[in-house]
Nanobody, 118 residues
Framework: QVQLVESGGGLVQPGGSLRLSCTAS????????MGWFRQAPGKERESVAA????????YYKYSLKDRFTISRDNAKNTVYLQMNSLKAEDTAVYYC???????????WGQGTQVTVSS
């Protein structure tokens, strides 16, 4: 079993930055990919970014690609989401997830709240 723990959320002013972290623990960790998702109040969960473990390729929600960056630290079993120029509409609970194949995400974190407000 794999446990994912997110951290780094909080309250930030518009235009500010946050870096979210997601650390995996448990079984030997060698996922197919890891991703970040978010869910705002009253809205469906949406994919934000993903990183493929084999070749480090990355994917982004198109409207976020200029402000968000996903990266990883293999030695720490950690994936990061750097978020810059934050806007009020980025307010959401952010979740990380890990997949063992291309079929689906198998493990999810508990989420971390990001609030962008002045």
């Amino acid at each position: 079993q794999v446990q994912l723990v997110e951290s780094g959320g909080g309250l930030v002013q518009p235009g500010g930055s946050l870096r979210l972290s997601c650390t995996a623990s448990g079984r030997t960790f060698n996922p197919y990919s890891m991703g970040w998702f978010r869910q705002a109040p009253g809205k469906e969960r949406e994919s934000v970014a993903a990183i493929m473990w084999a070749d480090n390729s990355t994917y982004y929600k198109y409207s976020l690609k200029d402000r968000f960056t996903i990266s990883r630290d293999n030695a720490k079993n950690t994936v990061y989401l750097q978020m810059n120029s934050l806007k009020a509409e980025d307010t959401a609970v952010y979740y990380c997830a890990a997949s063992l194949s291309s079929a689906k995400y198998d493990y999810w974190g508990q989420g971390t709240q990001v609030t962008v407000s002045s």
